[in-house]
């Protein structure tokens, strides 16, 4: 069986960052690495992740038989009907093991799939799934969360939800500029670096409050990934392409800023994945 299809499909390059998510969540609410719970949060979190990429795929398969004859469904590689049945049965394995094994808010977890759902099937149609994207995300953070509280009661855990909510809003919208043709509001560019930047106004506004200084070298460190999104967004055409390459592996940089007060070490670990998540989009793409 032929494999790389299937990790075009669920977009393998960016699973890490729904790794980084799940361990964000899961610490900003209090929990411990040594808990084997959080491993099973990790693994159904892995599947939630995967199964909703496949089933993008799944449901634009119409689309892109006519613009992306090159992805595993049109291009006859993985069947449609095969990447229903395996996104499917991802969402149910995966909320299996969050719930029963992980331990996580059955609540919250149906949400989260009730919102990968939500946007595979209608993101296309509808311009407002940019913030179904992002509750996808913020939805992640609470299901670990919610593991530890039995529900969310943690300032630092919904701080570093909405932030990652935020980020990916933001960051949905500069994706799909890559398909657009015709000039882009103002609105809509302020709009997005906005919301892009969110995270960093927010560690920024912890660091004020009396914060780890050292907090401050991830700050600068994710301002000048944002810049350097920004100059290749202003140039346009292909380049859009690899701003949204480093926004996307830029997520784990938006996670390390969110545990950078609980465990420093750890925000350090993800920060550093950012490079090798955009050198491994160049052997699969994360869009």
């Given at each position: 069986?032929?494999?790389?299809?299937?990790?075009?499909?669920?977009?393998?390059?960016?699973?890490?960052?729904?790794?980084?998510?799940?361990?964000?969540?899961?610490?900003?609410?209090?929990?411990?690495?040594?808990?084997?719970?959080?491993?099973?949060?990790?693994?159904?979190?892995?599947?939630?992740?995967?199964?909703?990429?496949?089933?993008?795929?799944?449901?634009?398969?119409?689309?892109?038989?006519?613009?992306?004859?090159?992805?595993?469904?049109?291009?006859?590689?993985?069947?449609?009907?095969?990447?229903?049945?395996?996104?499917?049965?991802?969402?149910?394995?995966?909320?299996?093991?969050?719930?029963?094994?992980?331990?996580?808010?059955?609540?919250?977890?149906?949400?989260?799939?009730?919102?990968?759902?939500?946007?595979?099937?209608?993101?296309?149609?509808?311009?407002?799934?940019?913030?179904?994207?992002?509750?996808?995300?913020?939805?992640?953070?609470?299901?670990?969360?919610?593991?530890?509280?039995?529900?969310?009661?943690?300032?630092?855990?919904?701080?570093?939800?909405?932030?990652?909510?935020?980020?990916?809003?933001?960051?949905?919208?500069?994706?799909?500029?890559?398909?657009?043709?015709?000039?882009?509001?103002?609105?809509?560019?302020?709009?997005?670096?906005?919301?892009?930047?969110?995270?960093?106004?927010?560690?920024?506004?912890?660091?004020?409050?009396?914060?780890?200084?050292?907090?401050?070298?991830?700050?600068?460190?994710?301002?000048?990934?944002?810049?350097?999104?920004?100059?290749?967004?202003?140039?346009?055409?292909?380049?859009?392409?690899?701003?949204?390459?480093?926004?996307?592996?830029?997520?784990?940089?938006?996670?390390?800023?969110?545990?950078?007060?609980?465990?420093?070490?750890?925000?350090?670990?993800?920060?550093?994945?950012?490079?090798?998540?955009?050198?491994?989009?160049?052997?699969i793409a994360a869009t």
């Amino acid at each position: 069986m032929n494999l790389r299809p299937w990790l075009e499909l669920a977009r393998i390059s960016n699973l890490p960052t729904a790794w980084t998510n799940v361990l964000a969540g899961w610490l900003l609410a209090g929990g411990r690495m040594e808990d084997p719970r959080v491993l099973w949060l990790v693994v159904g979190g892995s599947l939630l992740y995967s199964g909703g990429m496949v089933l993008n795929d799944a449901a634009d398969a119409a689309f892109d038989r006519e613009h992306k004859k090159d992805r595993p469904i049109p291009s006859g590689r993985v069947t449609a009907r095969a990447a229903w049945t395996g996104g499917l049965a991802a969402l149910i394995l995966g909320s299996v093991l969050c719930v029963f094994l992980g331990g996580a808010s059955l609540g919250f977890t149906a949400l989260l799939v009730a919102a990968i759902l939500a946007y595979d099937l209608y993101h296309k149609p509808w311009a407002g799934a940019v913030f179904v994207m992002g509750a996808c995300r913020v939805l992640l953070y609470l299901v670990a969360g919610s593991a530890v509280w039995g529900g969310v009661t943690s300032e630092n855990l919904l701080l570093g939800a909405l932030s990652i909510g935020a980020y990916i809003v933001g960051l949905t919208m500069v994706a799909r500029l890559e398909s657009r043709r015709e000039p882009v509001g103002w609105f809509t560019i302020l709009g997005s670096r906005a919301l892009l930047y969110t995270p960093g106004f927010v560690a920024a506004f912890g660091l004020l409050r009396g914060g780890a200084i050292e907090v401050a070298i991830l700050i600068f460190a994710f301002a000048l990934l944002i810049g350097l999104a920004s100059r290749l967004m202003r140039k346009g055409g292909a380049e859009i392409g690899c701003a949204v390459g480093w926004l996307l592996a830029g997520i784990a940089l938006v996670d390390a800023l969110a545990v950078a007060q609980v465990s420093f070490p750890l925000a350090c670990a993800f920060a550093a994945a950012v490079p090798l998540l955009r050198l491994w989009q160049r052997k699969i793409a994360a869009t």
